[in-house]
């Protein structure tokens, strides 16, 4: 089963940039789709950025043009940078990677982003 690892979450004030970082135990893109999520206090978590099977990227209106998603196949690690964050960011940021084959959904413990003054 796959197992995913995040780091790079923290605290950081209103314009400033984070990166996450997400490793998988293992060479799983290929069988893998990998994206991010997040959930604030009292929200449903949401989708903040994903890969396709085809390879192409999905992001959430409320993050484009600020925050890129990017895979480095050969560390199995997926990142998501984060840039000109607002207060409306902060969150506990969640790597998913979903089976192609299975559908089956992989979530990572979770990183807190904290955008504040």
């Known amino acids: 089963q796959v197992q995913l690892v995040e780091s790079g979450g923290g605290l950081v004030q209103p314009g400033g940039s984070l990166r996450l970082s997400c490793e998988a135990s293992?060479?799983?893109?290929?069988?893998?789709?990998m994206g991010w999520y997040r959930q604030a206090p009292g929200k449903q978590r949401e989708l903040v950025a994903a890969f396709t099977v085809g390879g192409s990227t999905n992001y959430a209106d409320s993050v484009k043009g600020r925050f890129t998603i990017s895979r480095d196949y050969a560390k199995n690690t997926v990142y998501l940078q984060m840039n000109s964050l607002k207060p409306e960011d902060t969150a506990v940021y969640y790597c998913n990677a979903r089976s192609i084959a299975t559908l089956k959904a992989t979530w990572g413990q979770g990183t807190q982003v904290t955008v504040s003054s």
């Open positions: 293992g060479s799983i893109f290929s069988i893998y789709v």
